[in-house]
C-alpha cells in the first residue's frame, strides 16, 4: 500500500544516518549532470539532450554575429562624444550595432545558456563573433556526454541508493556512481537509458499529455537496470509498466510533495538544494524498492495459487 508519509519518513531516517555520504553523492552527480546539460533528475519530459536542432542555435548566431565588440572606456555616455547608445549585458563590456543603435543580446545568451555548463562560454558575448563551428562541436560534446558519461553515472547513482537502502546498517558506496565505467553493462546502460528517452520524446510529440503518461510509466527504468544491468530494454520497460500500474499519480504526488522545500530553497539563494536533492532522490529509490518488493510478493502469492 503506498503511503507518502510512510516513503518520506523511511528516507529521512536513511538520510539522516547517511547524510554527509548523500549529499557528496548527490552533489557529484549533480554537478556531472550539470556539465552536460540542465539538471534532469525526476523531472517529467527531461529527456537530458537538449532537443533544440543546430539551426534553433545557428539563428542566434546569425542574429548576432555582426555586433561589434566596443569597450566602455571607448564610448562616451549621453548627449556628444561617439553617439553611441549601448545596452550593458555584462561586466565583458558592451555591444553595439552597426547602426550605433543599442541591442539586447539576453535572448541569444539564454538559447546558448541552455546547452548546459558547456554552453556556458557561448554565453560570452566574446564567442559571438567566433566560427559557427563552435556551436556544433559544443552540441556534439554535450550530447555525447550525456549519453556516454550521464547515463551510466544515472544508474550509477540509482544502484548506490537502492542497495544502501535495502543494507541500512552499511555505509553508502559513493563509488558505485561510477559502477558501470569499465563494466561489461556498460554499453548497454548507456544505449537503454537513451532508448527510454528517445521513447518518451517520441510520445510527447504527439501533445504534452502523452510524454508526461510515458515519463511517469517508464519511471523506475533507471532503477531496474541498477539491478538488472542484462535485462532487454523490452522487459526493463514492461517491469516498470507493473511496478507504476495504478502508481503514476501517486509519483506525481510524491515529487509535488516536495514544492514547499522548493520554495523555501528559492528564499536561500538555491543553495538550499544541495540538502534537498539527496532527499528527494532517497525518497524516490525508496518509493522502487518498496514498490519492487510489494510487486514479487504479489507475484509469489499468485503463483502459489495457481500452484494450488
Known sequence: MFDIGDIKREAKTYY????????????????????????????????GLNLKTPSDYMENY????????IDKSKISVGTGGAGYNYSKRHDYGYYVDMSGESVDTSQGNNEFKSLGLLGKCLSLNLFLIVSP?????????????????????????????????????????????????????????????????????????????????KYYQYFFVGYILADNPDMPFNEAINMSK???????????????????????????????????????????????????????????VEEEFIGD
Open 133 to 213: 563551428i563552435i556551436f556544433y562541436i559544443i552540441l556534439c560534446i554535450q550530447i555525447f556526454g550525456r549519453i556516454f558519461i550521464v547515463n551510466p553515472v544515472l544508474v550509477g547513482k540509482n544502484k548506490a541508493l537502492v542497495e544502501g537502502l535495502r543494507n541500512p546498517e552499511e555505509d553508502l558506496v559513493i563509488n558505485k556512481l561510477f559502477y558501470f565505467f569499465g563494466n561489461e553493462n556498460y554499453l548497454k546502460v548507456c544505449g537503454k537509458i537513451l532508448l527510454k528517452d528517445v521513447f518518451i520524446f517520441l510520445w510527447s510529440l504527439l501533445l504534452i499529455l502523452p510524454g508526461i503518461y
Open 242 to 300: 507493473k511496478l507504476t500500474d495504478n502508481y503514476k499519480f501517486n509519483i506525481f504526488l510524491l515529487g509535488l510533495s516536495f514544492i514547499g522545500w522548493y520554495i523555501l530553497c528559492f528564499f536561500t539563494l538555491s543553495i538550499g538544494l544541495i540538502f534537498l536533492n539527496p532527499y528527494i532522490e532517497i525518497s524516490y529509490a525508496t518509493l522502487y524498492k518498496d514498490r519492487l518488493e510489494e510487486y514479487r510478493k504479489k507475484v509469489e
Open 16 to 47: 539522516k544516518k547517511h547524510f554527509k555520504s548523500a549529499i557528496i553523492l548527490l552533489l557529484i552527480f549533480t554537478v556531472i549532470s550539470i556539465f552536460f546539460g540542465d539538471f534532469e533528475s525526476n523531472k517529467p519530459i527531461n529527456l
Open 62 to 69: 546569425n542574429n548576432y554575429r555582426d555586433l561589434k565588440f
